[in-house]
């Protein structure tokens, strides 16, 4: 049983940063790709960030290129997602997610986790 428990969220102000963390559990972690999904109040969940098994390669949505940036602990079996200068209009629910591949794949993920919520105020 795949277990995702996302960590960081929280209140922010437009232009901070934040870090969301991602503990992992279930399979070999280092083994599969990962990523972050978001929800905004009335949307439908949209992706974020996807990592591939080793780290090395990464792709993000364009609406956050450039300010936000994936990584991954193998050893800690730990996802994070850096956001810096963020907008109002990253305010969502972040989903850490995991795939059945170890590349970085457009697929649907397998497992997600609970969600934890970024508000950034203006």
């Known amino acids: 049983q795949v277990e995702l428990v996302e960590s960081g969220g929280g209140l922010v102000q437009e232009g901070g940063s934040q870090r969301l963390s991602c503990a992992a559990s279930g399979r070999t972690f280092g083994s599969y790709a990962m990523g972050w999904f978001k929800q905004a109040p009335g949307t439908e969940r949209e992706f974020v960030a996807v990592?591939?098994?080793?780290?090395?390669?990464?792709n993000y949505a364009s609406s956050v290129k450039g300010r936000f940036t994936i990584s991954r602990d193998n050893g800690k079996s730990t996802l994070y997602l850096q956001m810096n200068s963020l907008k109002a209009e990253d305010t969502a629910v972040y989903y850490c997610?995991?795939?059945?591949?170890?590349?970085?794949?457009?697929?649907?993920?397998?497992?997600w986790g609970q969600g934890t919520q970024v508000t950034v105020s203006s």
């Open positions: 997610v995991a795939y059945d591949v170890g590349v970085a794949t457009t697929r649907a993920p397998k497992h």
């Open positions: 990592i591939n098994w080793n780290g090395e390669i990464a």
